[in-house]
Structures are given as structure tokens and as C-alpha cells.
């Protein structure tokens, strides 16, 4: 049973580019969460999205960024006009249900803002 | 919202002792507390976790304990090892509303020395 899947592993955009990271959750799993990881420190919640819903996205910045989960295909959190503060690296968990199941980490994305 | 808080940041022991690290949570709500383990440029890993309806979990030389009423909750490690340097984090539930989205803290960076 293949893990959580991310891509890229690595992304690179120079200000003002887009920013488009993947996430395929495990099998059999149908929540999706997005985490956002500065350099030495936690792990911030930013959204949780079920097929073709977003549940909760309190930790979202309100302007730039956007997630999705469609009915077909990976989950892409997406980040428009990318600024040196968004460089970070960002998380992708999946879980089987939505009551208190551990969450399963994919190996991130780490992206750069040059 | 649900706030954690971790300490110590970092934590230095010999092989062979123990390292207890400490949070506390202010949600009286959150009933699944878990800890994940990261190691350098990799995805956290559970380790272990409790629920509200248990005081004490053990697996080996890692033990949970939780105390609902003072909204606590601790990670000993025992007999620690030179693999056992990792970052560690604890988490909670972030919501009576059983979204499974979870509050991250801070993160003890654990270091144990051969």
C-alpha cells in the first residue's frame, strides 16, 4: 500500500511565479490535510478538504493561496504570486476517516522562492 | 481555537538515560493526542498516541501519559539511543467538531549523545 505522494519533492519559483504542489493521498483514505513548515519550526494547519469540499481552511492565508480536492485525481495546493515568505516546506496528510485517526504523512514539498 | 504548547524546544541526554518532554493543550475538547517523530529533511512519523479515555499508553521504551483535568500530556523515552535524535512533536485534536484536523506543537529537538 503505496504511501502518501507528493510532488514535487522540490520547487523552485522565482516572486511573482505560481506555485502548484501535489498531493495523492493513501489508499483507501478520503480526508486530506495541508501543513505549511517554516524552517525549524511546527507544523501549521492550513486546510482540510474531503472529495470536492473544503472543510475547514482557517489556516489559510486569505489572499494567494487555494486548495482543491477533486473528484478525480491528487489534491493541488496552490499558491499564486509566490513571495519570499511562502518558502517553506508544505506537508500533505491523509487519513480514513475524520474522527481522531492518526494522520499519514507524504515527504513534503519543499519550496523555494528565489 | 485549540493552542499547544511544548517544552523544553531542545534536549540533551547520554545514551542509555531518559527524556520526558512535556505539553499542554487549552481545548478541554480535544480527546486524540498523538506524537510524531522527524528526522532531518524527512515527514513526521507517528510514534505513538493516546485518547481521552486512557491514562497511560506504552509501546516499548516509549510511553504516553495524559492528564485530562490539568491538560497535559508527556513522551518518555527510555534507555534512549543514538537513533532516537529526531525532532519530536506532540499534537491534539483540534476541535470538538471531529474534523481530525490536528494542532501541532512547537517541536523538542532531541539529541542523545553515544
Known amino acids: 500500500n503505496a504511501g502518501v505522494m507528493q510532488n514535487p519533492r522540490h520547487l523552485v519559483r522565482r516572486r511573482g511565479q505560481e506555485a502548484r504542489l501535489r498531493c495523492s493521498p493513501m489508499?483507501?483514505?478520503?480526508?486530506v490535510y495541508w501543513y505549511r513548515q517554516l524552517p525549524e519550526e511546527g507544523l501549521k494547519f492550513m486546510v482540510y478538504?474531503?472529495?470536492?469540499?473544503?472543510?475547514?481552511e482557517s489556516g489559510m492565508p486569505k489572499e494567494r493561496f487555494s486548495a482543491e480536492f477533486p473528484k478525480e485525481g491528487p489534491s493541488i495546493l496552490r499558491i499564486q504570486q509566490v513571495v519570499r515568505g511562502d518558502s517553506a516546506a508544505y506537508f500533505c496528510?491523509?487519513?480514513?476517516?475524520?474522527?481522531?485517526?492518526?494522520?499519514?504523512f507524504g515527504n513534503g514539498t519543499r519550496l523555494t522562492v528565489t | 481555537g485549540e493552542n499547544v504548547e511544548q517544552h523544553p524546544s531542545t534536549l540533551s541526554v547520554q545514551e542509555g538515560d531518559s527524556a520526558v518532554i512535556k505539553c499542554t493543550y487549552s481545548?478541554?475538547?480535544?480527546?486524540?493526542f498523538p506524537w510524531y517523530k522527524q528526522e532531518l529533511g524527512k515527514r513526521p512519523q507517528l510514534i505513538i498516541d493516546?485518547?481521552?479515555?486512557?491514562g497511560e499508553k506504552k509501546d516499548q521504551r516509549i510511553a504516553v501519559t495524559l492528564n485530562k483535568t490539568a491538560k497535559h500530556f508527556s513522551l518518555h523515552i527510555t534507555e534512549t539511543q543514538p537513533e532516537d535524535s529526531a525532532v519530536y512533536f506532540c499534537?491534539?485534536?483540534?476541535?470538538?467538531?471531529?474534523?481530525?484536523?490536528?494542532?501541532f506543537g512547537q517541536g523538542t529537538t532531541l539529541q542523545v549523545k553515544p
Open positions: 496528510a491523509s487519513s480514513p476517516s475524520s474522527g481522531n485517526s492518526p494522520l499519514h
Open positions: 493516546i485518547r481521552s479515555n486512557v
Open positions: 478538504l474531503q472529495k470536492e469540499n473544503i472543510i475547514d
Open positions: 499534537a491534539a485534536s483540534g476541535d470538538s467538531g471531529n474534523t481530525g484536523k490536528l494542532i
Open positions: 489508499k483507501g483514505h478520503s480526508h
Open positions: 481545548d478541554s475538547a480535544s480527546n486524540y
